[in-house]
T-cell receptor, first 115, second 113 residues
Framework: AQTVTQSQPEMSVQEAETVTLSCTYDTSESNYYLFWYKQPPSRQMILVIRQEAYKQQNATENRFSVNFQKAAKSFSLKISDSQLGDTAMYFCAFVGIQGAQKLVFGQGTRLTINP | IAGITQAPTSQILAAGRRMTLRCTQDMRHNAMYWYRQDLGLGLRLIHYSNTAGTTGKGEVPDGYSVSRANTDDFPLTLASAVPSQTSVYFC????????????FGQGTRLTVV
């Protein structure tokens, strides 16, 4: 069974700093997708970035980038030039493309950006 | 309807009562999911469906049942609610086997007393 682990329950940084959120996962599948979602206090779930396992190049979306290490089953999110609006819960998620295709989430990291 | 809609938004339920949380999407997504969100535990998968007519169990299926009679609807039923089922419930959908993002409903806050 696939599992996703986020080992940092909470993080806090100053505005404009860079912060990295950790995520590890476990799977026996060779191809799959990984996601980072943001959940602000509104409870809305917002896609931040996605990565396909077969693509070696790390995904980037503006100030958000990932460090995807397939062999280590690691998928960290780096937020550069952090902004107050980045304050939210961040969830790492995994979905395989074969079999059951369960979309599985980690425990979440609560990120606070301080002014 | 635009996207995915859950109802009700919140509910207080007496223990032992039966409750169905509704979820409807108009995006013709094949895959649909139900999660519960609890502090420190993240989003845990309750049940899922990859296509109409099929369902599967997630991480925490006990006490919950689902059905997928058509593409659009994916109701979650608590047959006899217990206080440990107090949580925020999210429904989500995504387009089948591609690496597309999941779209989420606004959540249902359920309190079992």
């Amino acid at each position: 069974a696939q599992t996703v682990t986020q080992s940092q329950p909470e993080m806090s940084v100053q505005e404009a700093e860079t912060v990295t959120l950790s995520c590890t996962y476990d799977t026996s599948e060779s191809n799959y997708y990984l996601f980072w979602y943001k959940q602000p206090p509104s409870r809305q779930m917002i896609l931040v970035i996605r990565q396909e396992a077969y693509k070696q190049q790390n995904a980037t979306e503006n100030r958000f980038s990932v460090n995807f290490q397939k062999a280590a089953k690691s998928f960290s999110l780096k937020i550069s030039d952090s902004q107050l609006g980045d304050t939210a819960m961040y969830f790492c998620a995994f979905v395989g493309i074969q079999g059951a295709q369960k979309l599985v989430f980690g425990q979440g990291t609560r990120l606070t950006i301080n002014p | 309807i635009a996207g995915i809609t859950q109802a009700p938004t919140s509910q207080i339920l007496a223990a032992g009562r039966r409750m169905t949380l509704r979820c409807t999407q108009d995006m013709r997504h094949n895959a649909m999911y139900w999660y519960r969100q609890d502090l420190g535990l993240g989003l845990r998968l309750i049940h899922y469906s990859n296509t109409a007519g099929t369902t599967g169990k997630g991480e925490v299926p006990d006490g919950y049942s689902v059905s997928r009679a058509n593409t659009d609807d994916f109701p979650l039923t608590l047959a006899s609610a217990v206080p440990s089922q107090t949580s925020v419930y999210f429904c989500a959908s995504r387009k089948d086997r591609e690496g597309t993002e999941a779209f989420f409903g606004q959540g249902t806050r359920l309190t079992v007393v």
